[in-house]
């Protein structure tokens, strides 16, 4: 396994408690500036403000190592995971199964 992959899930295992009413969701930001990949972890509860919790940045830049991060990481939570700077050639690249 994936040593970032190893620890954006145990940040996970920290904040996911599955709780009624929570929605729960990975998000990955494309920071072109600083040529790496952000890692977030979204909760949002019923009728409060969400709460983004940074996890992880993944600095090598280039999409077969954030894919395989991201292959590990829905191994073994099948959350939501939101792209957010990427295009949309990158973001089907991505959720293609291979």
């Given at each position: 396994?994936?040593?970032?992959?190893?620890?954006?899930?145990?940040?996970?295992?920290?904040?996911?408690?599955?709780?009624?009413?929570?929605?729960?969701?990975?998000?990955i930001?494309?920071?072109?500036?600083?040529?790496?990949?952000?890692?977030?972890?979204?909760?949002?509860?019923?009728?409060?403000r969400?709460?983004?919790?940074?996890?992880?940045?993944?600095?090598?830049?280039?999409?077969?190592?954030?894919?395989?991060?991201?292959?590990?990481?829905r191994?073994?939570?099948?959350?939501?995971?939101?792209?957010?700077?990427?295009?949309?050639?990158?973001?089907?690249?991505?959720?293609?199964?291979?």
């Amino acid at each position: 396994m994936n040593a970032d992959a190893r620890v954006i899930l145990q940040r996970i295992q920290r904040y996911f408690k599955k709780i009624p009413n929570t929605y729960y969701a990975i998000n990955i930001v494309d920071d072109r500036f600083d040529d790496c990949y952000n890692f977030f972890f979204v909760v949002h509860k019923k009728n409060s403000r969400p709460h983004s919790i940074p996890l992880r940045r993944v600095t090598p830049y280039d999409l077969e190592s954030l894919k395989e991060v991201v292959r590990e990481v829905r191994k073994v939570y099948q959350l939501t995971i939101k792209y957010t700077g990427f295009t949309t050639e990158q973001i089907r690249w991505l959720q293609s199964p291979k």
